[in-house]
């Protein structure tokens, strides 16, 4: 069970350094869905049988929200916006990418001086979600897009739920379900400000945004 | 004992390695649809360029005659301390993966120094472009290999991949280590996504372009060069793939020939079935391989 767990941290840690490598926002989205995938794969790993049905619930339906529901919007809003499908970056991919490695390292020397837990597999899954967790700060003060941000809040939201599985028996998913919620409120509201964007300014580029007046 | 597996690797890669080639060029000929050339051919290319003489531009210096054979000599010496599963090095101390890596540089920076010695802007092109993607492909060689020297606490080649098996604590670490080492010998042997080694067309062309001005003998060396060079990776690669040591000499040893084999004919398929990439985007393939390998640091170092 551990080594799996830990095939799965190390993918999910991978997937957070191609978001902050590739230029598509198409790939960038479905990454995000992958990710999701994962760290639900990773909650049925790390507890397998302890989890009650109510955990598998909140478990199955966070995950159906984040890789389904999300991503859906995402594009349709993609789609709708008749932008560019790249990503606009204030720093650049390859540099993104050796940041994402400094930090990388940062995190795992954190998740070791934080002892939190005696298991080495928590560490790692610790470190991971503090790794994404970063991850979708960096890229949501590194993109000019409005909806790039959107992706950032959710990779954030992804670090949380791999940080809150690691505790999931003593402190229940219900908080996850709670931050879930505001994120899916918020991709909501985004969704709805990014089309009005759009249609005032014909692109949804925040830079841009920052120079106006009222 | 030791002396002599050791030994019999490297006879076997010096007379086997041409043979990868074949391999290579039957696997892409089958997926074209057409029978290819003999498995044996790079041998009788070899055979019918040393019995020619050389040709010399006047331009040229003895750097230009030293290129080849300095380069030949840096790869079969780099091959001394190439260990492959059931066989072992033929030499090895703690340190020896530094004097590898850096005696496979030589044989680079000879090669680039011949390819300039002959003054063609060409040429000058080629050796610019390899040594730019040598410059990415040497960092993940060597974090790769300081990744799998953590996880063993060994500092030789030999001694590093003789304890693998016993060393799986860390998560991913071989899984990653071969996916670097893997674009490491496609990058370090001009194979395709990198490089394609059939085109002479200079738009695309890395290392075949360097050699463009070698004739007869200095040009069998440099292709007899290549081939031990494929097989030096090869061998890399099939050691942490497979790290498995049964303790039995023949069964080892089978199942190092055969994974060298496999990997020729993988390099084939992948040769048939990817298009090579736009020169602009190598270096990203490669500095996928840098983030590979320093993750995999990372992972072993925490």
């Not at chain 1, 790390?46 to 619930?57: A, F, P, R, Y």
């Not at chain 1, 159906?64 to 809003?77: C, D, N, V, Y």
């Not at chain 1, 930090?103 to 837990?117: G, Q, Y």
């Not at chain 2, 062309?205 to 004739?215: F, K, N, T, W």
Request: with cysteine.
């Amino acid at each position: 069970m551990a080594t799996w767990m830990d095939v799965t941290a190390v993918l999910v840690i991978l997937l957070n350094l191609r978001l902050l490598c590739t230029s598509r926002l198409g790939t960038c989205i479905q990454t995000v869905a992958q990710q999701a995938v994962l760290l639900g794969l990773i909650a049925f790993l790390q507890h397998g049988s302890d989890l009650g049905v109510e955990l598998i619930l909140i478990v199955l339906s966070s995950v159906a929200i984040k890789a389904g529901l999300l991503p859906w919007l995402l594009f349709r809003s993609l789609r709708q916006c008749n932008t560019s499908r790249e990503v606009v970056p204030f720093v650049g991919f390859s540099l993104s990418g050796l940041i994402g490695l400094a930090m990388l390292a940062v995190c795992f020397s954190m998740a070791d001086r934080l002892a939190l837990s005696e298991l080495p597999c928590q560490t790692l899954l610790i470190a991971t979600g503090l790794f994404t967790i970063v991850t979708g700060l960096f890229l949501i003060v590194s993109r000019k897009k409005a909806i790039t941000q959107v992706l950032g809040y959710l990779v954030m939201e992804n670090g949380i739920w791999a940080f809150g599985i690691a505790f999931a028996l003593q402190e229940p998913l219900l908080v996850e379900m709670g931050v879930l919620l505001d994120v899916l409120v918020g991709v909501f509201v985004m969704g709805i400000t990014i089309n009005h964007i759009n249609r005032e300014f014909d692109h949804i580029d925040t830079d841009q945004l920052s120079v106006l007046r009222d | 004992m030791y002396y002599v597996t050791g030994l019999s690797h490297v006879f076997l890669a010096m007379t086997l390695s041409p043979l990868l080639l074949g391999i290579i060029n039957r696997v892409k000929a089958r997926f074209a649809g057409r029978r290819g050339q003999p498995l044996c051919q790079l041998y009788y290319d070899l055979f019918k360029l040393l019995r020619k003489g050389a040709v010399y531009s006047r331009t040229t210096t003895w750097v230009f005659r030293i290129g080849p054979m300095g380069t030949l000599a840096a790869v079969v010496m780099a091959l001394l301390f190439v260990p492959l599963t059931g066989f072992g090095a033929c030499v090895s101390f703690s340190g020896d993966l530094l004097l590898m890596a850096y005696l496979l540089g030589v044989g680079r920076f000879l090669t680039v120094l011949a390819a300039m010695d002959t003054g063609s802007a060409f040429e000058g092109l080629g050796a610019s472009r390899e040594v730019f993607f040598s410059a990415l492909t040497e960092p993940s060689l060597i974090l790769a290999l300081a990744a799998l020297c953590k996880l063993t606490g060994q500092l030789s080649l030999e001694g590093m991949y003789g304890t693998l098996a016993m060393a799986g604590t860390a998560p991913m670490v071989l899984p990653l280590v071969s996916a670097v080492m893997m674009i490491v010998l496609l990058a370090e042997n001009a194979r395709m996504p990198v490089d394609d080694p059939n085109t002479h067309l200079e738009l695309t062309m890395i290392h075949e372009v360097m050699v463009l001005d070698h004739s007869g003998p200095d040009l069998a060396m440099i292709q007899y060069g290549a081939a031990i060079k494929l097989w030096i990776f090869s061998a890399l690669l099939v050691g942490v793939l497979i790290p498995i040591r049964t303790g039995m000499v023949v069964v080892d040893g089978l199942i190092g020939l055969v994974g060298i084999g496999v990997i020729a004919v993988v390099v084939g398929i992948m040769e048939s079935t990817m298009a090579r990439l736009r020169l602009l985007h190598v270096p990203q393939l490669l500095s996928i391989g840098l983030v590979l390998s320093l993750v995999s640091l990372i992972l072993v170092m925490r």
